[in-house]
């Protein structure tokens, strides 16, 4: 029996098995060892798509309705709410059941293997501080593997696998897996005896990609859509500021697609009528009655990834889809400060879990940063500040954990 690896990110998802002794990672895009976890329920074709298909879809201005960063909903109610998704009604369980079905279907058409049982990676804590929670997320993940049709899954710690995948280390040194992924910062400190990994403590916060797209979104692009801007009172005189909730929700990944109600839409028609700057909520309202949430939440993304970009020092997010000329200016110092937070909880998860080792920083001899979001400059200046001497790698961030999965399937570990 072949135990198919999966790597179910909230960004982006691989899959793998051991072939000839080496991780083999499934093309599960044509010529992409990665796909977006991304989900598009086409109105028109009635039919539903996935990973850069679906993102396209987006982009093109198809009709329909589009999911990303499920997995940050894993133990929550929404996760079995029964919803009415484009043409079905569906829980979200169903729809991330349907990603991995589809996830599986394409490791058999490649291999020509069955796959019905998994092991799949899962952060050290779904959620930071809720535990009751964290323990419903993997109760809820595994319950969409079954509904998906596996027969059996296990869950390995993300950071736990990444750490069999990685290169080798000094004798008598001690390695960090700094996995940063989409929703999630996870650590594990490990040794190794030639070919024999142990794990000495892991330990994970829920920061990730997906909050700093939430962070800057809110500062640098929000504002222009009327977040911290005034609205008359409908009856007699005085104003009041705007809520934030609409706007937090319209900057978070996962909340975006049940932004587009009735109720909210029949509010941001009001914040343009009454608004001090009604242009700003016309913009507002142009988004909900477009649905064009999620495109600027890719803007954003794009945006962060531009300024990170060596000696990058400005970059402008292009929200031109919505109002020609309409940008928003992002400087790597501004950026910075809006991450501050998000980086000193990074580091605080980082310290507790060397505390946990009972490790001193300069028993570390390696950092091996893994999840796209492990690249951003905020995560290697935080790292690099805590671990001055510790050599850096970064060869395989974006599929260390499916490597890992796979060579941990293929020893039969515990799981």
Known sequence: MTILGIDFGTSNTAAGVMVSGRPHLIEVEPGRKTLPTSVFFDYDRKVTTYGAVANAALIDGREGRFMRALKSVLGTPLM??????????????????????????????ETGESYDVALSGRPVRFHSTDDARNAQAEVDLREAYMVAGYRDVSFMYEPEAAALASGPLDKGALGLIVDIGGGTSDFSVFERDGDVTRIIASHGVRVGGTDFDRAISIADVMPLFGRGAEIRNALGEGRHVAPNAIYNDLATWAKIPFLYTGENRRMAADFAKLGVEPALFARLKTVLEMELGHDIAFAVEAGKIALNRPDMKTAEIDLELIEKGLRADLT??????VLADHATAIRACAAETLAMAN?????????????????????????????????????????????????????????
């Open 80 to 109: 079995r709410e029964k919803r009415q998704i484009a043409y079905e009604r569906l829980t979200l369980i169903e729809v991330v059941a349907r990603f991995l079905r589809m996830l599986r279907e394409r490791a058999e058409a």
């Open 332 to 337: 790597q110092d501004a950026m910075d400060t």
């Open 359 to 415: 490790i001193a920083p300069d028993r570390i001899g390696k950092i091996v940063f893994v999840g796209g979001s492990s690249l951003m400059q905020v995560v290697e200046d935080a790292m690099v500040g805590m671990f001055p001497n510790a050599a850096l790698e970064r060869a395989e961030a974006f599929t260390a954990v499916a490597d890992g999965l796979a060579i941990a399937a293929a020893r039969d570990l515990p799981l």
